[in-house]
């Protein structure tokens, strides 16, 4: 994303004081992003929620953006997804001036340079070790202003030999994204004890034969039964196996507890 968001162009003084504050660094539960959804306008979602990967709410200005944000959840090599992730105000001026872009400034005395923001920045324990992304939908990508924002982060990313990616409303459509809401669970590359391992695997045997053209909750309910476990347990089963892709889902079928086939063998 970029500076274009912004509800009010901040003055000089205030863009110094977020600086100051530490705003758009920092790491895990004490990253601080840059954009918030208090102080940024979007056309769509704007909100925040509890991250179980860091333990800290999130602010995703979009539904691109937590559908980005799902999807790395999924990797148990991602050890951190920072949003709104502030760049390097010197480069991005850099690249403006190789560009013949005009690089935004603030107002008042001085005009510091205001600076460019990815919307995810990744970080994994295996390489690569960082992917950035950034969330557009494809009718936002005529916008000069977006597109020559999306042109600053390619040259930028590139330039620190770091994958950047553009997803649109193609890649994660609304079902999905209702999709892995509904699934995802309360903890995200959880330890499992030897016992909840020894449930997951029952859990998938029996799903294998039961008939999944009854409503999701019915299913998980009747599994639940023969396994002897409350309907909770087993619809947290249900969903660790989905995420995890041990159950093949079908997520545009926009997956909730009325879904009919909704597992696929």
């Not at 895990?28 to 102080?39: C, D, K, L, Q």
């Amino acid at each position: 994303m970029s500076i274009y968001g912004k509800k009010a162009r901040v003055s000089a003084k205030a863009l110094q004081a977020q600086f100051d504050r530490g705003i758009g660094s920092g790491e895990g539960s004490n990253y601080r992003p840059f954009h918030t959804s208090e102080n940024t306008i979007t056309p769509s979602h704007s909100g925040k929620w509890l991250c179980p990967l860091t333990q800290r709410y999130r602010h995703d200005l979009s539904e691109l953006e937590e559908g980005i944000v799902y999807g790395c959840l999924r990797d148990p090599h991602v050890t951190d997804i920072r949003e709104n992730f502030r760049l390097g105000i010197g480069l991005t001026r850099k690249i403006c001036d190789q560009l013949k872009l005009k690089h935004p400034d603030s107002r008042g005395d001085g005009k510091p340079l205001i600076p460019y923001t990815t919307d995810i920045l990744v970080t994994r324990d295996e390489p690569p070790i960082y992917i950035a992304f950034s969330g557009k939908t494809r009718n936002t990508l005529r916008k000069p202003a977006d597109w020559r924002a999306l042109l600053v982060e390619h040259v930028y990313w590139t330039l620190h030999d770091v994958p950047f990616l553009v997803a649109t409303e193609f890649e994660i459509s609304n079902n999905a994204l209702k999709s892995l809401t509904f699934i995802r669970p309360d903890e995200v590359n959880f330890p499992r004890r030897a016992d909840e391992e020894d449930l997951e695997s029952d859990f998938l045997r029996l799903a294998t034969a039961a008939d999944w053209a009854q409503p999701l909750l019915t299913v998980v309910r009747k599994l639940s039964a023969d396994m002897r476990l409350d309907n909770t347990k087993g619809m947290v089963l249900f969903k660790r196996l989905v995420w995890r892709g041990a159950m093949d889902c079908d997520l545009e079928r926009r997956i909730d507890e009325r879904t009919r086939n909704a597992v696929t063998f």
